[in-house]
């Protein structure tokens, strides 16, 4: 338990106390309101005991020796540990969620073992960060998975269109699937699931390396979240547009962050670490991320108050999150490309990241609209002749309950829906009088 609700991106600062007693153990306590825990679930549920990894300041003689972490028992799975509180948040929207709580301490006494370190006092500032180390691992592991939903809501979306059928104008039923329109959100999502395959045990094998350091894996974490996220939101958005009205309902699985960049981007643009650097630097997409790192340091120089300043904020923090997603576009394409990915598959992936910011690659003469439209083109009749294959093969490793997929799944969930029927008559045309 981490962030609290006063104190969202500011985890430096938390208000959690636990207080050293002259016998070696500790007090727990949340000072006020604003420093409750926010969002892990502390619920009791299903009667299984609960414990969780608590963040507080460790007070040793009214001496603030920095956050640190403390083993709590939350519950025993019926009711809450003595002095423990939480409320139930109201679940988020769209889908199954946890039981996300506010969680607050009241006079917890925490035996000595209950802190994971020691007492002494922090020798510097990087202290808190080995605190909290464990974070973009949790980042990593959370973005990654966010690709199996991606797959689910792709083998759902071309499992409707290939079932869904219209009338052309010469009068015979052809299924949605035969339109441009409804291939491109397909097509595009395919691309990416191919590159985020392999861009993920890229990522994973140089974070799983001791000798890396710990900035450079937090700087992995977030570009992986950043892609995956933006990649993931994307192409839902797309398939629930293209679902029409049965997109939105939430029994058909498609309707069901921010954290880091502001930080990471800024401590690339100051130099104080860097990311791997590109192996293919003549490739369009690794020329856009350092064009735009480039252009940044630039201005952030030509900035007199420095990363702290207004200026900065006005101007540089938009900045920032297209800068991680330049950097995360480009690792995921050069691991595709290491991993022997289709060029087909490869050249629907890169043309579709150029046109998030078609403006930077005409403005520097590597593309015109009409090149970069010819070669989308021809990459997607590519990944269309293929593309049957890969949803079967996607689909025989996804359960579903999408009544979509099919006509019978969709005939049986009608089927299934209350009904009402009754005698009663109402008449819309009730007799008057006239005087």
Known sequence: MLTEIDHGLDTKHLETTATLQHDGSFIL????PGAAKFMPPSMPVAGLPRVAVVMAKLIVKEEDRGIRPFLV????GKEMCGGVSTKLIPPLGGGDSLDHAITSFVNVHLPPSALLGDIKTPTDHQHFFSVISRVPIGTLSLSIGLLPAQKASTVIYAQYSMRRMVT????HKVPIMSFRTQ????LRSLAQIKVLEKMAPWVIERFRNPTVDARVRHGLAIITKAVFLQHGQQSLAQFVERCGAQGL??????ISYQLGLLGLATELLLGRYALPSPTMPTCLLAKHEQ?????ARAQLQALKGGHRSKEYNDFMLPRCRPIVEAIGHRVAYEAACAAGVPECILAVYESEVVNMDIGWYIENGEVTRLSL???ENAALNGVLTSAEAMIHD?????????PIVSQETYAAFVESLPSLTGEASYSLHPECTID
């Open 291 to 295: 064009g735009l790192i480039a252009e």
């Open 373 to 375: 439209w010819e070669k």
């Open 183 to 186: 291939q491109l959100p397909l």
């Open 29 to 32: 306590n949340t000072p006020h």
């Open 394 to 402: 996607m689909a025989a490793g996804i359960r579903t309950t999408a």
């Open 168 to 171: 052309d104008p010469s009068g």
């Open 73 to 76: 028992a939350l519950s025993d």
């Open 249 to 254: 309902f939430s029994h058909n699985q498609l």
